[in-house]
């Protein structure tokens, strides 16, 4: 089948809290797949998504949603049922990697260096601090940093039932000083490490997605040593869950107290955002991967669980 006789479906928005980010991803990579020669519909998911699909019958999904439903193994499972083959990892893959605290389980089973922490529930926080100070409280289950905090000393944050709609499990982590870095990995291949700094100390999410929120040094200015320990771990925690597709790994380097330092995973993102200037494509360009070029081999290599 030709590109121009491949009909692809781009879902995009839903309702987690990173439909705005998912809406910009979805139109973005529809309009690069339009460049790369496939027919192309976008639709804005809703909780009739599978009747829309089966009227619509495109032949492949190119998965541009974000949080909840679209990259914790829900619609991956929905889209099996349907027999549509679809971007990015399968069911397994991704609710593990949704999952913040089974995602590091098995990222320590193999060898992987993770901050250390501990789920709480939301009472552990009424006599006190759980942990030392500093340290970070996360959703076990969201992405794009939404929900976290530092806690820093003089910080009178509290998560209660009333403000933290996350359920009633925080994951709690020891703060890591250090800097920020990334690692995208393609179809199994670690691309490069870029380094994110940002004014507001901290790369959450609206350093993330406000315009001039945060630079990319890309590649990297940091030791080699390090730089390949990173790229190996990204390779290495991308097999380790059965990722497919594209995935990013994020962490802490820590070069504060010793030379060369110490490298941290925090987490893995099956499904990163897909904008020109989001950290994956930025990165594939490094290695001479153009955008529409990118999106493409995403959607030819599309397929549903076996």
């Given amino acids: 089948m030709t590109r121009a006789d491949t009909h692809v479906a781009v879902l995009k928005g839903g309702w987690s809290?990173?439909?705005?980010?998912?809406?910009?991803?979805?139109?973005?990579?529809?309009k690069a797949l339009r460049t790369a020669g496939f027919r192309v519909s976008e639709i804005d998911v809703d909780r009739k998504i599978a009747g829309t699909l089966e009227a619509m019958?495109?032949?492949?999904?190119?998965?541009?949603?974000?949080?909840?439903?679209?990259?914790?193994?829900?619609?991956?499972g929905l889209l099996n049922v349907l027999g549509i083959p679809y971007t990015h990892s399968g069911v397994r893959a991704s609710s593990v990697a949704m999952d913040k605290p089974t995602a590091k389980d098995v990222f320590l089973r193999h060898g992987l260096r993770c901050p250390g922490g501990m789920v709480v529930g939301l009472d552990a926080f009424e006599q006190g601090d759980p942990m030392d100070r500093p340290y970070v409280i996360k959703p076990i289950d969201q992405?794009?940093?939404?929900g976290v905090h530092i806690m820093r000393e003089g910080c009178n944050y509290r998560p209660t039932a009333g403000d933290w709609p996350f359920g009633d499990?925080?994951?709690?982590?020891?703060?890591?000083?250090?800097?920020?870095?990334?690692?995208?990995?393609l179809d199994g291949e670690p691309l490069e490490v870029t380094e994110i700094t940002s004014d507001r100390g901290f790369y959450d999410y609206e350093a993330k997605y406000e315009e001039g929120g945060s630079v990319?040094?890309?590649?990297?200015?940091?030791?080699?040593?390090?730089?390949?320990?990173?790229?190996?771990?990204?390779?290495?925690?991308?097999?380790a869950l059965g990722c497919r597709g594209v995935s990013r790994c994020d962490f802490r380097y820590d070069d504060t107290a010793s030379d060369p330092g110490t490298l941290y995973l925090l987490e893995i993102n099956t499904q990163p955002g897909m904008t020109p200037t989001s950290l994956v494509p930025e990165q594939?360009?490094?290695?001479?991967?153009?955008?529409?070029?990118?999106?493409?081999?995403?959607?030819?290599?599309?397929?549903?669980?076996?």
């Fill in 284 to 306: 594939a360009a490094f290695r001479g991967i153009g955008f529409a070029d990118l999106v493409a081999r995403m959607v030819e290599g599309a397929r549903c669980d076996c």
């Fill in 216 to 239: 990319h040094l890309l590649p990297a200015p940091i030791p080699a040593v390090i730089r390949e320990e990173a790229l190996e771990t990204a390779r290495r925690a991308h097999t």
């Fill in 57 to 76: 019958g495109p032949d492949v999904i190119f998965n541009a949603l974000h949080g909840p439903v679209g990259e914790d193994g829900t619609i991956q």
């Fill in 143 to 146: 992405g794009s940093s939404v």
């Fill in 169 to 185: 499990q925080v994951l709690i982590e020891p703060f890591i000083d250090g800097r920020e870095l990334t690692v995208a990995v």
């Fill in 17 to 30: 809290p990173e439909r705005e980010v998912s809406l910009s991803s979805g139109h973005e990579c529809a």
